[in-house]
């Protein structure tokens, strides 16, 4: 994300994700209407970053949670549903083009469904986590690092279908 020193404890490396994407939206909220290149540009970083922090945290940190943390399963299974939506609407995204009729507003609403999914991950998730290390039964640094590794490793959205583009299989491409 940023050229800043990344912390090496994961809850403080995901909290770190957070704040950086949360400015990411203020400043795409602050574009103006027709800065359509501007516009592009951010959402498809702002999208990419939250790519990799949610293919990190599904691979690394939700099984590390389940294994370790007290009653996390709950927290993790509504994290994923959230994940799921997030990963809709970014497939959206990035198959359209910023003079879409829609294009603001579902840049506008994958904001608002992070803003919840952080706020529930950092009031819940990240508090089980911390006692959890706490417990010895989660090792954070370590798990920074592996979160750290695996979100170097991405450089671009993964291919995904687009929600509500049927294909049939019969019909000719135009």
Do not use: W
Request: proline share 4%; with cysteine.
């Amino acid at each position: 994300m940023s050229a800043t020193a990344k912390p090496r404890d994961a809850v403080a490396l995901l909290k770190q994700d957070h704040d950086e994407v949360k400015a990411m939206f203020k400043q795409y909220e602050e574009l103006g209407d027709r800065a359509f290149a501007s516009k592009q540009k951010l959402a498809e970083k702002i999208c990419l970053e939250l790519t990799k922090h949610a293919i990190a945290e599904e691979e690394i940190f939700y099984p590390a949670m389940r294994a370790g943390a007290e009653d996390a399963d709950d927290m993790i299974d509504e994290a994923t549903v959230e994940h799921a939506s997030a990963k809709d609407l970014i497939a959206q995204i990035h198959a359209m083009d910023p003079h879409d009729d829609l294009y603001d507003a579902k840049v506008k609403v994958l904001g608002e469904y992070i803003e919840h999914h952080v706020k529930e991950e950092e009031q819940e998730m990240f508090k089980a986590a911390k006692e959890a290390a706490n417990g010895k039964q989660l090792d954070l640094v370590a798990l920074g690092e592996q979160i750290q590794a695996r979100k170097d490793e991405i450089e671009e959205i993964p291919a995904m279908p687009v929600p509500g583009k049927v294909v049939y299989s019969n019909q000719p491409v135009a």
